[in-house]
C-alpha cells in the first residue's frame, strides 16, 4: 500500500487517488484524460461538419441561398459572448490555480452569464425560425416570410400545393413515394444541419452550464472536490472547445456563400 | 468455377485465378512453417537451439517488402480491369432498370418491358442504366461477374457483352428489406437469331390486358409530353415560355443551381424534379416541379424523348435505333427455347399506338400492372 | 504536471486578438471572393482556433504527451474529409 | 497436468489458496455492483458478453438451420431478416468489439504494466453500465419484435421503409458505444501515465501495444458512428432529411460515415486478439517474440491505416471510381503490418521450445485462420475482383475468418491462458485441447463452403436461394454443429474448475510478465509494493542445455517471479528497494 501523498502547492490540498502515486501523475492523467475526451467530442461534430461541407458542394446555390436566413448580426452578437466566455473561464482557471476562491467564483458566474446569454440568442433565433416556417418538416416553407411580408401568406403551402397541382395537371400516374408539399428540399437540407448542429453545440452549452453551476455551488462550501484547481482546468478545457466548435460554426453557416 | 457468360468474365476469373495461387501458396507456406517449426522445436526435442535470434531488420524488411511488391501488383492488375467494368463502350445499347422492393423492371428503348427478366442477345454490348424507387438494391448477375448498387435518386450504370447462350441469374445483392432474398430473376442470354425472334414477338406478355401495343421509351416520353402539356412552354410556336428541346441532348447546359453539366438523363431528371426558380428568370414562367408526380420510368421515357429529338424540330418521334422494326404482340411465334416466358395474359386483340393517348393510363401505369407471373415463378 | 500560470495581460490580448479577427470575419464576409470566401473564413477561423488552443487551453505551455493528444483529434478530423475525394471526383469518369 | 510442474510447493500453493484477493475481499452483490477494480468490472464484462456471446450464438444457430433448406425452414422472410440482423448487432456491438478489450484488457493492462488499477476506475465501472443500459435496450427492441435492417443499418431502408423497432436498437448500440470510448480513454491514459517505474515503452508486452492502438480507433471512430446513427434516428422520429433522397439527402454518405467507423472497428475486433497471440506464442516458445519493435508498430500502422480504408465498402456503390483506386491501394498496404505480424510470429517458433498447450493451439489456429482470412481480404480490396464478390458469401467467409475465426480464437486462447490469474484455478489442459481441435475443425467446415458458395454468386443476406448452392449451405450447417460444440466445451470445463479445478500458482505456465509476479488471484491492488522493471519484454532465454531445470532457472524473469514466490515471508515488511522514482512517463 502507498501511503496517500499529499502534495501542497500553492496553498492547495490534493488528494490523491490510490492508483496514482504522485500528484503529478494524477493531475496530468485527468489533463489528458479530458484531451482524449474532447477528441472524440471533435470526431462526433466531425461528422456533421462533414455533412455540411458536402451538402454545400453538392448544392451550393441552395445553401446560399438558405444561408441568408440565419440573423448574420445575432450570429456575431453570440460569437462575440461565446469569445468572452472563453476569456472570462481562462480568467476562472487562472484564479483556481493561484488558489483564489473568491475570483474563481465571480469568473464563473460571469461564464455562466455569458453562457446563459447565448442561449437566449439563440432561442430568439430559433423561435424567428419557427414563426417564419424555416423549421425542417413538414411546414417548412421558404418563401413563407416572403410571402407575409406580401400579405399573401394565407393558405401557406397548401396554396402553393394547389398552384403545383394546377399547373401540372392530374395526371394520375402512378407516383413515386408522396413527400408532402415540400418543393425545397435542398433548402430544407440546409436547415436540418443548420439545427442539428447548433442544437447540439447549444446541449454542449447547456451541459458546460450545470458544469459550472455545480462548481460555483461547492466552491461557495470550499468543498475539498474543487480546492485543487485540476476539475476547473478540465471544466475550462470543455468550455474552450464548446467555443472552438463555435468558432467554425459561426462563418460556416452564417458568413460563407455569396 | 461459375459460369463464365460476359467478355468480362474471363479477364476476371484469371485475376481471380491468380490470387487464388498466390493465397494457396502464402497459406501453406505460411502454415506449413509454422507447423513444421513447431514439432521440430517441441518442447523435450533434442535440437540445436543454440545462437535463437529474436530480430533481424533484413528478414523483417524482407518479409514486408515483398508482399507489398506482390500486394501492388495484384492492385495494379485489378486496377487496370477495374474501369472497364462500368465504362460501356460506345456502342453499347441502352437498357433501362429500374429497382423496387422488390422486383426488377427492365425497358428496352423498343419499348418491351420485362420483369425479374431480361432477354439479351450475345456478342452485343448492353448499357445498364439503373435506378431505385425506394431503398439501395444491386444488381448482380454471377455469370457475367457484374454488380452494380442501384441508388434512389441517382443514375448508376454498368455493362455487359454476354457471350454464351443460356438463362443465368439475377440477383439482388443489397439487402432491401422483407422479399431481399425473393428479389431475383433471371437473364435469357439468346443467339442474335433467337433475339430477333424474341423481339418481333414483343418479348413477354407483360403489358396490362387492354393496354396499348408497345410504345418505344421515346413514344411514350413523346405521350408524357403531351399529357403534361410540356408543350405549352417547349413546343417551338410556344412563344418562348421554355427552352427548345430539339437537339438539346447532350450539350451543355446548365443545372437547376446555375453549374454547368452536360444535358444527360441526370440532368434531365434534376430539371424535372428540382427546378429553381431562380434561374429561370429568362423565361417567362417558372418550370413546375415534377417531384412526386413522375415515376422514374417515366423519368426516363421524357428523357428518351427529348434525346430522340433532332435538331430542326419534327415532333414525332423517331423509332428508336438499332432496333428491329416492332410488331404488334400477335403470338405469331412460339415463344423462345430458353425463354420460359408464356405469353399468357393479354392475348387481346391490339389498338393502334395512338389508342390510349389521353386516357389516365398511359405507357407509365404499366410499370404497376405487372401482369407478367413468369418473374416471380420462376424460382 | 507543471502547471504555467499566465498573466491576466496574456489573457487579454488573445481575448482582443480574437475580437478582432471577429471583426475581421465579419468584414470579409461583406465582400465575394467567390471560391476564396470559404478560405478566407477557415483562416480566420483557424486561427482564432488555435489561439484559444494555445493560450486558454494551455496547450502551448503542455507537456509533449498533451500536444500529442491536442492535435490528434485535428488530424483525425481532417481525415474524415478524405470522404470529400468521392464527392469531387464523382461523375468526372463516365460510368462511375 | 503440465500446468503445476513449474513451481510445485505444498507452501506456495497453500498461500495462494488462502491469501486475501479481489475475488475473496467481499462478497456481497453491491461489493460487485458497485465495484471499481478494475478486475471485477473485467470479470462483470466477462459474464455480461458471454451472455450476449449466447443470444448472438442461438441466432446463429438460428439462421444456419433455416439455410438447409433452399426454400426456407421455418422462418418467414421477416423472421430470417430479424434472425440474421440480431446476430449481426449482438455479436458485433456486444461481443467482439468489448470482448477482448473490455475483459482481458481490463484485467492485464494495469497489472502487466505494474498498476494498481486503470487510471479512472470509476469511469471504468461507468463503462460497464453504459454497456448494460445499451444491452438492455438491444434486447428490449428484440422483445418487442425485432429489428430487419441488418447490422450496417444502410439508409434509407433503416431511416424511412424499415417499420421494426430500429429507434430502440440505436439507442442500445449509441450507449454500447460510449462504453466503448470510454473504455478506450482509460486505456489510452492508463497506458500513457500508469506505467511501473522501468517499465518504458519498449519493455511492454505486445499485448499492451495491441490495447493502446485498439484504443486509439476506439475514441477515434466511435463518436463518428454514434452520431451518424443518431442522424438516422433524429430521420426516423422527425422525418427530416439528411441521408434520404427524397429530400435531397445522399444514402451514400451514410454508407460512408458508417463504415468511417466499421471498417476501423474490424480492427478493434482483431488487433487485441494479436496482443493475446503475441503473449502465447512468447511464453509457449520460450522465446521473446521476434521482431519485437515491428511486432509492436505494426499494431500502430494496423490502427492507423485502417482509418484510410473504409472506402473499399464502396467499390459498386457509386463511389468515384479515382476515390475507389485509393481506397484499395491503401488497403493493400493494411495488409503489410498483418503480414509482418504473422511471419514474426512464425518466426518466434524458431530454436523455441514449444510447449504444446490449449492457448497455444489456440494462438496456431488464430494464425492460420487468420492467414486464410486476411488474404481473401485481398480480393475484396482488389477493385475488379470485389464488384463480382461484394455482398456475398465470400464477404461472410472473409470477415468470419478474420473476426471469428481469428477473434474467438485469441479471445479463448487469451481466456485459457490467463485463467489460472483470473480464477485462482487450472482448467483440464486435456479436454482444453480438444475443445480447441474441435473448434479449429468445426469453424473451417462451417466458413470455408461459404467461400466457394461466395464465388458463384450466393448473396448474403438471402435464406430463399438457388438451389445449387444448398450442398454448401448443409456442410456449412454441418460445421456449425461441430463449431456449437467447440464453443460449448470450454463454457462447460471452466465453470466446473471454479470448484473443482486445481489450484494456481502464482505462475502456472513459467511466464514472463508482472501479471505472473503477482498472486493468482492477485489482490485488490494488484502488487504489495509497485514493481520496478529491469527487464526486457518476454526475456525468456531458449539456449538452454538442460531442459529439466530450464523452466526454473534459465530464465530470469521467471527466475524473480520464482525466487520472489519463494522468499514471499521473507521479504514480507520489508521496503521495496527501488520504488519511489518518477513515474514512466513519456
Known amino acids: 500500500m502507498s501511503a496517500e501523498a499529499v502534495h501542497a502547492e500553492h496553498g492547495l490540498e490534493q488528494h490523491v487517488g490510490v492508483q496514482y502515486s504522485t500528484i503529478e501523475q494524477q493531475n496530468e492523467s485527468y489533463i489528458v484524460g479530458m484531451w482524449t475526451f474532447l477528441v472524440t467530442e471533435i470526431m462526433f461534430f466531425g461528422a456533421l461538419f462533414l455533412a455540411l461541407t458536402i451538402y454545400r458542394s453538392l448544392y451550393p446555390a441552395e445553401f446560399s441561398e438558405a444561408h441568408h436566413r440565419l440573423d448574420k448580426f445575432l450570429g456575431t452578437v453570440n460569437t462575440f459572448i461565446l469569445l468572452s466566455s472563453s476569456f472570462s473561464m481562462a480568467l476562472a482557471v487562472r484564479y483556481a490555480q493561484l488558489g483564489q476562491r473568491k475570483g474563481l467564483i465571480a469568473m464563473l458566474l460571469v461564464t455562466v452569464l455569458f453562457a446563459a446569454g447565448f442561449l437566449g440568442v439563440k432561442s430568439i433565433e430559433y423561435g424567428t425560425k419557427f414563426e417564419h416556417h424555416l423549421f425542417p418538416g413538414p411546414s417548412f416553407d421558404f418563401n413563407y416570410e416572403e410571402r407575409e411580408k406580401q400579405g399573401i401568406a394565407e393558405g401557406g403551402m397548401a396554396a402553393r400545393g394547389e398552384e403545383q397541382a394546377a399547373v401540372a395537371g392530374p395526371i394520375g400516374l402512378e407516383t413515386n413515394r408522396t413527400t408532402g408539399p415540400v418543393l425545397e428540399d435542398r433548402k430544407q437540407m440546409f436547415f436540418v444541419l443548420y439545427f442539428a448542429m447548433t442544437g447540439l453545440h447549444a446541449i454542449h452549452v447547456l451541459i458546460g452550464m450545470v458544469v459550472m453551476l455545480v462548481i460555483i455551488l461547492l466552491a461557495a462550501i470550499d468543498h475539498p472536490a474543487v480546492r485543487d484547481y485540476i476539475p476547473i482546468e478540465m471544466a475550462g478545457l470543455y468550455w474552450h472547445f464548446v467555443d472552438i466548435v463555435w468558432i467554425f460554426l459561426f462563418p460556416l453557416l452564417y458568413l460563407i456563400g455569396h | 468455377m461459375p459460369e463464365e457468360a460476359s467478355t468480362y468474365a474471363g479477364p476476371y476469373d484469371l485475376l481471380f485465378?491468380?490470387?487464388?495461387?498466390?493465397?494457396?501458396?502464402?497459406?501453406?507456406?505460411?502454415?506449413?512453417?509454422?507447423?513444421?517449426?513447431?514439432?521440430?522445436?517441441?518442447?523435450?526435442?533434442?535440437?540445436?537451439?543454440?545462437?535463437?535470434?529474436?530480430?533481424?531488420?533484413?528478414?523483417?524488411?524482407?518479409?514486408?517488402?515483398?508482399?507489398?511488391?506482390?500486394?501492388?501488383?495484384?492492385?495494379?492488375?485489378?486496377?487496370?480491369?477495374?474501369?472497364?467494368?462500368?465504362?460501356?463502350?460506345?456502342?453499347?445499347?441502352?437498357?433501362?432498370?429500374?429497382?423496387?422492393?422488390?422486383?426488377?423492371?427492365?425497358?428496352?428503348?423498343?419499348?418491351?418491358?420485362?420483369?425479374?427478366?431480361?432477354?439479351?442477345?450475345?456478342?452485343?454490348?448492353?448499357?445498364?442504366?439503373?435506378?431505385?424507387?425506394?431503398?439501395?438494391?444491386?444488381?448482380?448477375?454471377?455469370?457475367?461477374?457484374?454488380?452494380?448498387?442501384?441508388?434512389?435518386?441517382?443514375?448508376?450504370?454498368?455493362?455487359?457483352?454476354?457471350?454464351?447462350?443460356?438463362k443465368y441469374h439475377i440477383f439482388c445483392a443489397e439487402y432491401c428489406g422483407t422479399n431481399h432474398s425473393e428479389m431475383t430473376g433471371y437473364v435469357y442470354v439468346l443467339t442474335p437469331e433467337d433475339y430477333q425472334r424474341w423481339v418481333e414477338n414483343n418479348g413477354p406478355s407483360g403489358e396490362a390486358p387492354g393496354s396499348t401495343a408497345v410504345l418505344t421509351m421515346a413514344e411514350a416520353g413523346h405521350q408524357l409530353y403531351t399529357q403534361l402539356a410540356c408543350g405549352t412552354c417547349h413546343d417551338p410556336d410556344a412563344l418562348n415560355r421554355g427552352p427548345l428541346l430539339e437537339g438539346i441532348y447532350g450539350t451543355q447546359g446548365k443545372l437547376p443551381n446555375g453549374q454547368p453539366a452536360p444535358v444527360d438523363n441526370t440532368y434531365i431528371r434534376e430539371w424535372l424534379l428540382n427546378p429553381s426558380e431562380r434561374l429561370s428568370q429568362k423565361y417567362q414562367q417558372s418550370m413546375p416541379s415534377y417531384k412526386g408526380q413522375l415515376t422514374e420510368f417515366q423519368i426516363l421515357q421524357l428523357a428518351a424523348y427529348i434525346q430522340s429529338l433532332r435538331p430542326g424540330g419534327a415532333q414525332p418521334p423517331p423509332t428508336a435505333p438499332s432496333t428491329p422494326q416492332r410488331r404488334r404482340r400477335g403470338g405469331n411465334a412460339a415463344p423462345i427455347a430458353a425463354g420460359g416466358s408464356q405469353p399468357a395474359a393479354a392475348q387481346s386483340p391490339q389498338t393502334t399506338l395512338t389508342g390510349a393517348a389521353g386516357a389516365t393510363t398511359p405507357a407509365g401505369a404499366q410499370a404497376t400492372n405487372t401482369g407478367n407471373q413468369n418473374g416471380s415463378n420462376n424460382r | 504536471m507543471e502547471h504555467h500560470v499566465l498573466s491576466v495581460k496574456t489573457y487579454a490580448s488573445v481575448y482582443a486578438a480574437l475580437l478582432v479577427l471577429l471583426v475581421l470575419t465579419v468584414v470579409a464576409a461583406n465582400f465575394n471572393f467567390g471560391t476564396f470566401n470559404i478560405v478566407v473564413a477557415l483562416i480566420i477561423g483557424v486561427t482564432k482556433a488555435v489561439l484559444v488552443i494555445l493560450y486558454f487551453m494551455g496547450v502551448k505551455f503542455g507537456t509533449r504527451l498533451i500536444w500529442l493528444w491536442a492535435s490528434i483529434g485535428f488530424v483525425w478530423f481532417v481525415l474524415l474529409f478524405l470522404t470529400l475525394g468521392d464527392y469531387i471526383t464523382r461523375g468526372s469518369v463516365i460510368g462511375w | 497436468m503440465a500446468a503445476t510442474t513449474v513451481e510445485p510447493g505444498a507452501l506456495r500453493e497453500r498461500r495462494t489458496a488462502l491469501h486475501e484477493n479481489y475475488l475473496n475481499v467481499k462478497h456481497t452483490v453491491a461489493s460487485w455492483l458497485l465495484t471499481i477494480d478494475h478486475k471485477r468490472i473485467a470479470v462483470l464484462y466477462?459474464?455480461?458478453?458471454?451472455?450476449?456471446?449466447?443470444?448472438?450464438?442461438?441466432?446463429?444457430?438460428?439462421?444456419?438451420?433455416?439455410?438447409?433448406?433452399?426454400?426456407?425452414?421455418?422462418?418467414?422472410?421477416?423472421?430470417?431478416?430479424?434472425?440474421?440482423?440480431?446476430?449481426?448487432?449482438?455479436?458485433?456491438?456486444?461481443?467482439?468489439?468489448?470482448?477482448?478489450?473490455?475483459?482481458?484488457?481490463?484485467?492485464?493492462?494495469?497489472?502487466?504494466?505494474?498498476?494498481?488499477?486503470?487510471?479512472?476506475?470509476?469511469?471504468?465501472?461507468?463503462?460497464?453500465?453504459?454497456?448494460?443500459?445499451?444491452?438492455?435496450?438491444?434486447?428490449?427492441?428484440?422483445?418487442?419484435?425485432?429489428?430487419?435492417?441488418?447490422?450496417?443499418?444502410?439508409?434509407?431502408?433503416?431511416?424511412?421503409?424499415?417499420?421494426?423497432?430500429?429507434?430502440?436498437?440505436?439507442?442500445?448500440?449509441?450507449?454500447?458505444?460510449?462504453?466503448?470510448?470510454?473504455?478506450?480513454?482509460?486505456?489510452?491514459?492508463?497506458?500513457?501515465?500508469?506505467?511501473?517505474?522501468?517499465?518504458?515503452?519498449?519493455?511492454?508486452?505486445?499485448?499492451?501495444?495491441?490495447?493502446?492502438?485498439?484504443?486509439?480507433?476506439?475514441?477515434?471512430?466511435?463518436?463518428?458512428?454514434?452520431?451518424?446513427?443518431?442522424?438516422?434516428?433524429?430521420?426516423?422520429?422527425?422525418?427530416?432529411?439528411?441521408?434520404?433522397?427524397?429530400?435531397?439527402?445522399?444514402?451514400?454518405?451514410?454508407?460512408?460515415?458508417?463504415?468511417?467507423?466499421?471498417?476501423?472497428?474490424?480492427?478493434?475486433?482483431?488487433?487485441?486478439?494479436?496482443?493475446?497471440?503475441?503473449?502465447?506464442?512468447?511464453?509457449?516458445?520460450?522465446?521473446?517474440?521476434?521482431?519485437?519493435?515491428?511486432?509492436?508498430?505494426?499494431?500502430?500502422?494496423?490502427?492507423?491505416?485502417?482509418?484510410?480504408?473504409?472506402?473499399?465498402?464502396?467499390?459498386?456503390?457509386?463511389?468515384?471510381?479515382?476515390?475507389?483506386?485509393?481506397?484499395?491501394?491503401?488497403?493493400?498496404?493494411?495488409?503489410?503490418?498483418?503480414?509482418?505480424?504473422v511471419f514474426n510470429w512464425t518466426a518466434t517458433v524458431y530454436k523455441g521450445r514449444i510447449w504444446f498447450t490449449a492457448p497455444m493451439l489456440y494462438a496456431m489456429g488464430f494464425i492460420g485462420l487468420f492467414t486464410i482470412g486476411g488474404l481473401t481480404g485481398l480480393y475484396l480490396a482488389s477493385l475488379a475482383i470485389d464488384v463480382h464478390l461484394t455482398d456475398t458469401y465470400f464477404v461472410i467467409a472473409h470477415f468470419h475468418y478474420v473476426m471469428v475465426g481469428g477473434q474467438i480464437m485469441a479471445y479463448l486462447g487469451g481466456v485459457h491462458f490467463w485463467w489460472p490469474k483470473i480464477s485462482g484455478r487450472t482448467y483440464p489442459e486435456g479436454i482444453a485441447m480438444l475443445a480447441a481441435v474441435v473448434t479449429f475443425i468445426g469453424f473451417n467446415l462451417t466458413f470455408f463452403p461459404q467461400f466457394v458458395m461466395g464465388y458463384q454468386g450466393m448473396p448474403r443476406r438471402y435464406h430463399?436461394?438457388?438451389?445449387?448452392?444448398?450442398?454448401?449451405?448443409?456442410?456449412?450447417?454441418?460445421?456449425?454443429?461441430?463449431?456449437?460444440?467447440?464453443?460449448?466445451?470450454?463454457?462447460?470445463?471452466?465453470?466446473?474448475?471454479?470448484?473443482?479445478?486445481?489450484?494456481?500458482?502464482?505462475?502456472?505456465?513459467?511466464?514472463?510478465?508482472?501479471?505472473?509476479?503477482?498472486?493468482?488471484?492477485?489482490?485488490?491492488?494488484?502488487?504489495?509494493?509497485?514493481?520496478?522493471?529491469?527487464?526486457?519484454?518476454?526475456?525468456?532465454?531458449?539456449?538452454?542445455?538442460?531442459?529439466?531445470?530450464?523452466?526454473?532457472?534459465?530464465?530470469?524473469?521467471?527466475?524473480?517471479?520464482?525466487?520472489?514466490?519463494?522468499?514471499?515471508?521473507?521479504?514480507?515488511?520489508?521496503?521495496p528497494p527501488e520504488f519511489g522514482g518518477a513515474p514512466a512517463g513519456d
Open chain 2, 17 to 166: 485465378l491468380a490470387l487464388t495461387i498466390l493465397t494457396v501458396v502464402f497459406t501453406f507456406l505460411v502454415l506449413g512453417f509454422l507447423i513444421f517449426l513447431a514439432i521440430r522445436y517441441r518442447r523435450g526435442a533434442r535440437v540445436d537451439r543454440s545462437r535463437p535470434i529474436s530480430h533481424d531488420i533484413r528478414l523483417e524488411l524482407t518479409w514486408s517488402i515483398i508482399p507489398l511488391l506482390l500486394g501492388l501488383g495484384v492492385f495494379a492488375w485489378a486496377a487496370v480491369l477495374f474501369p472497364s467494368v462500368y465504362r460501356p463502350p460506345a456502342n453499347a445499347e441502352e437498357i433501362f432498370v429500374i429497382g423496387k422492393q422488390w422486383m426488377w423492371h427492365i425497358q428496352h428503348p423498343n419499348g418491351i418491358r420485362e420483369n425479374n427478366e431480361l432477354h439479351v442477345p450475345t456478342g452485343r454490348p448492353f448499357k445498364l442504366t439503373m435506378i431505385s424507387q425506394d431503398v439501395i438494391h444491386s444488381f448482380f448477375i454471377p455469370a457475367f461477374r457484374v454488380k452494380r448498387d442501384v441508388i434512389p435518386g441517382r443514375y448508376t450504370t454498368a455493362w455487359f457483352q454476354a457471350t454464351k447462350p443460356g
Open chain 4, 46 to 341: 466477462l459474464v455480461s458478453i458471454s451472455f450476449f456471446f449466447v443470444i448472438g450464438a442461438a441466432a446463429a444457430g438460428m439462421v444456419r438451420a433455416e439455410l438447409t433448406s433452399h426454400n426456407g425452414l421455418f422462418l418467414t422472410n421477416e423472421g430470417y431478416n430479424k434472425a440474421f440482423t440480431i446476430h449481426g448487432i449482438i455479436m458485433v456491438f456486444f461481443f467482439l468489439v468489448p470482448a477482448i478489450p473490455a475483459t482481458l484488457g481490463n484485467f492485464l493492462i494495469p497489472l502487466m504494466i505494474g498498476a494498481k488499477d486503470l487510471a479512472f476506475p470509476r469511469l471504468n465501472l461507468l463503462s460497464w453500465y453504459l454497456y448494460i443500459s445499451g444491452g438492455v435496450l438491444a434486447l428490449s427492441a428484440l422483445f418487442l419484435g425485432g429489428v430487419d435492417t441488418g447490422w450496417t443499418f444502410y439508409t434509407p431502408y433503416s431511416s424511412i421503409y424499415s417499420n421494426t423497432n430500429v429507434v430502440i436498437m440505436i439507442l442500445g448500440i449509441f450507449l454500447a458505444g460510449f462504453s466503448s470510448i470510454a473504455t478506450g480513454m482509460n486505456f489510452i491514459v492508463t497506458i500513457h501515465k500508469m506505467r511501473a517505474p522501468g517499465m518504458t515503452w519498449f519493455r511492454l508486452p505486445l499485448f499492451v501495444w495491441a490495447h493502446y492502438a485498439t484504443s486509439l480507433i476506439m475514441i477515434l471512430g466511435t463518436p463518428v458512428v454514434a452520431i451518424t446513427l443518431l442522424l438516422v434516428v433524429v430521420e426516423r422520429t422527425l422525418h427530416l432529411g439528411i441521408f434520404d433522397p427524397a429530400l435531397g439527402g445522399d444514402p451514400v454518405l451514410f454508407q460512408h460515415l458508417f463504415w468511417f467507423y466499421s471498417h476501423p472497428a474490424v480492427y478493434i475486433m482483431i488487433v487485441p486478439g494479436m496482443g493475446v497471440v503475441s503473449e502465447i506464442m512468447a511464453c509457449f516458445s520460450r522465446k521473446r517474440v521476434f521482431g519485437y519493435t515491428f511486432v509492436a508498430f505494426s499494431s500502430i500502422a494496423i490502427a492507423v491505416l485502417g482509418f484510410f480504408v473504409w472506402g473499399h465498402h464502396l467499390f459498386v456503390t457509386s463511389q468515384s471510381m479515382y476515390s475507389s483506386m485509393v481506397f484499395s491501394i491503401l488497403s493493400f498496404l493494411v495488409a503489410i503490418p498483418s503480414a509482418i505480424k
Open chain 4, 464 to 575: 430463399i436461394y438457388a438451389e445449387e448452392f444448398q450442398f454448401y449451405h448443409i456442410l456449412s450447417t454441418a460445421g456449425a454443429t461441430v463449431l456449437g460444440v467447440g464453443y460449448a466445451m470450454p463454457a462447460f470445463y471452466l465453470l466446473w474448475s471454479l470448484r473443482y479445478g486445481k489450484l494456481a500458482t502464482a505462475n502456472p505456465w513459467g511466464a514472463v510478465g508482472l501479471e505472473w509476479m503477482t498472486p493468482s488471484p492477485p489482490p485488490t491492488h494488484n502488487f504489495e509494493d509497485t514493481p520496478t522493471v529491469t527487464w526486457e519484454a518476454y526475456a525468456y532465454r531458449s539456449d538452454v542445455e538442460e531442459e529439466a531445470q530450464a523452466d526454473r532457472e534459465s530464465m530470469p524473469g521467471l527466475g524473480e517471479a520464482v525466487e520472489e514466490e519463494a522468499e514471499l515471508d521473507r521479504r514480507e515488511g520489508r521496503t
